[in-house]
C-alpha cells in the first residue's frame, strides 16, 4: 500500500483534540488572572485602610451548589460513558440547575453585602470582594452557556460512550470555575 498525502495527513493528527488543548489555553490565562488579582489584594491589604467584614451566609450556601454541580457533572461523564444517554441528560440538567443556583445566592450575597454598608465604591477590601466574585460569575456566565449548549445537545441525543467530547469539555471547564471558586472563597475567607 502507497503512502498517499491523505494518509501521512491521517497518520499524524495529534492525540488531543484541539479543542481541549484550546480550553486549557484558556483556563491558564484564566488562573493567571486571578493570580494577578488575588497577589494584587495581598499587597494591598497589607497598605492599611482594610475594613474586615463577614462573608454574608448566601456565599457559604453557593459553595455548596457549586460543589454539587461538580458532582452531578461528573456523574453525567461517567452516564454517557455507559451509554446511559437519559442519566446524562438528567445530570446536566441538574448541573445546569445547580449552576443557576449558584448564581442566584452570589446575588443575594451581594445583597446582604449592601444590607450591611458593604459596596463596590467603598474600602479597597470591599472593592477587591465584589470584583474577585464578579469576575468568576462572568466566567461562570460561559459555563452556563456552554452546559445549556451540552443540555441541548443531549436533549438531541448528540453525544454517545463514543462521541462525548462536548461533555467531556464542558465538564473540564465546570471543574476549573469550582476549583476556582473554592480558591477564590477560602481566600477571601482566610485573608481578610
Not at 455548596?64 to 461523564?77: F, G, H, K, N, P
Not at 454517557?80 to 441538574?94: H, W
Not at 459555563?143 to 448528540?158: D, N
Request: with cysteine.
Amino acid at each position: 500500500m502507497e503512502m498517499t498525502a491523505e494518509n501521512a495527513i491521517e497518520n499524524v493528527k495529534p492525540r488531543v483534540p484541539t479543542e481541549k488543548i484550546l480550553l486549557w489555553v484558556a483556563i491558564a490565562s484564566i488562573v493567571m488572572l486571578f493570580a494577578g488579582l488575588t497577589s494584587g489584594y495581598v499587597v494591598r491589604q497589607a497598605e492599611g485602610n482594610w475594613l474586615v467584614f463577614e462573608i454574608p451566609t448566601m456565599f457559604y450556601i453557593s459553595t455548596v451548589a457549586i460543589i454539587l454541580s461538580s458532582i452531578t457533572m461528573q456523574m453525567s461523564i461517567a452516564a454517557i460513558r455507559k451509554d446511559n444517554k437519559v442519566m446524562a441528560k438528567n445530570l446536566i440538567i441538574i448541573t445546569l440547575g445547580l449552576g443557576l443556583a449558584f448564581v442566584f445566592c452570589q446575588f443575594m450575597g451581594w445583597s446582604a453585602l449592601v444590607d450591611n454598608n458593604i459596596h463596590f465604591v467603598g474600602t479597597p477590601s470591599e472593592s477587591f470582594f465584589y470584583a474577585l466574585t464578579g469576575l468568576h460569575l462572568a466566567h461562570l456566565a460561559f459555563g452556563l452557556i456552554g452546559l445549556m449548549v451540552t443540555a441541548g445537545k443531549s436533549i438531541l441525543q448528540k453525544y454517545s460512550s463514543k462521541n462525548y467530547l462536548g461533555i467531556s469539555l464542558c465538564a473540564i471547564y465546570w471543574h476549573f470555575l469550582g476549583g476556582l471558586w473554592l480558591y477564590l472563597f477560602v481566600f477571601l475567607a482566610i485573608f481578610r
